[in-house]
DNA sequence: TATAATGGCTAATATGATTAGCTTTTAGAA
DNA sequence: TTCTAAAAGCTAATCATATTAGCCATTATA
């Protein structure tokens, strides 16, 4: 029986598109096994098992994601270069839903790893801001407006959680407008 | 043998406190079944199972929720009120963080329970907005926004996804304020 | 007081994660 | 080219937990 040219990087792709397809809370290692056309006691010659999978996953995302920003955002300043950074986590959420899952679902690791992927997004968002006539402080702050925002409101609505029939995308920009808005208040 | 007076309410009751105590994700029956002095599949006599625990306990959450907002809001209007909404939520992802956590868990259980269990917390949230001049579309928008905002940052927060040591409670209180200033974008 | 429903129990089953230990492939050195 | 060791797979076994089946004691009520 020959080898596929399996890895860790390989391991983590397979999972990332299962969770998109199933959901990040279904994965079982015994399903992306299957997938991979081995068996499940194989997975630990690349992985430590499903709960370090998990954090690869949040890892990979973050990793996706800071990828996606920097990309929509090149070129791009001031409130422009905001919504970019926006319209990234949206994709992220609408094309990757599995993915980003992972980015919120994970809590049970807080480690150097984990912390650096973040870090990551943290600096492209912090540089974004870095327009805006503020202080460092205020800035650490509204990143976390911000992203509080994005990983809320993208998951209410991949998970059909607005109910009544108004178009999300519309009720996303506006959003974002609003919080464009009030930043303003924090120039007084 | 003795029986104690449980019933299903009660169950409810000891797995919320349980979540809060170690985390939501990490509730088994076992252990459930254990802190109620009883075996496990006990348990069955009053609850369908883990799953169907899961979403009585999203469901505790939002009731819960809904009451400690009326209960925060009244007597409250126009600013005043929306803080009070948001310091509600707050206070639920402080103080009840497991049960805060089943709140996010909803997207596995899109039934009729469940989606009035999230309606009494859209209909309060949206009264709370009605004395901005909003037509009733925008007011909808704003409630995605603010719900949004809420649940991603109260989230990110109980996940200690927010890795700088900046003070959580500063970032939130600004966050709402910056949202706030920005409704004002809207009546124009 | 007799009886039915209730709430608990133990034993058994199912699923999935994980570990142990074996075998074959593959890479790299001699 | 051949040998050797690591790597990547496998099967079998173990463990933990959910869940089901069916038994028995308690409790409530007719």
Redesign the interface.
């Given at each position: 029986m020959p080898r596929q040219g399996l890895d860790k990087e390989a391991v983590i792709e397979y999972a990332a598109m299962l969770a998109d397809e199933i959901?990040f809370?279904n994965i079982t290692l015994k399903l992306l096994a299957e997938r991979m056309n081995i068996k499940s006691p194989s997975l630990y010659k690349h992985i430590d098992g499903l709960d370090s999978l998990k954090k690869e996953l949040m890892i990979y995302g973050y990793k996706l994601l800071e990828g996606m920003i920097i990309d929509k955002v090149m070129g791009k300043s001031g409130d422009d270069a905001v919504r970019a950074l926006c319209n990234a986590y949206y994709e992220l959420a609408t094309n990757r839903s599995g993915v980003f899952q992972a980015m919120?679902n994970?809590?049970r690791f807080?480690d150097e790893e984990s912390?650096q992927a973040?870090?990551g997004i943290?600096k492209v968002t912090s540089k974004i801001f870095s327009v805006y006539d503020l202080s460092p402080?205020?800035k650490?702050?509204?990143v976390?407006?911000f992203?509080?925002?994005?990983?809320?409101?993208?998951?209410?609505?991949?998970?059909?959680?607005?109910?009544?029939s108004?178009d999300i995308k519309?009720?996303f920009d506006?959003?974002v407008?609003?919080?464009?808005?009030?930043?303003?208040?924090?120039n007084k």
């Open positions: 959901g809370s919120e994970y809590r807080v912390k973040t870090d943290f402080v205020q650490a702050h509204l976390r407006t992203r509080g925002f994005l990983q809320g409101f993208l998951t209410l609505a991949a998970n059909h959680l607005f109910t009544d108004i519309e009720s506006l959003s407008d609003v919080l464009i808005a009030g930043i303003a208040y924090l």
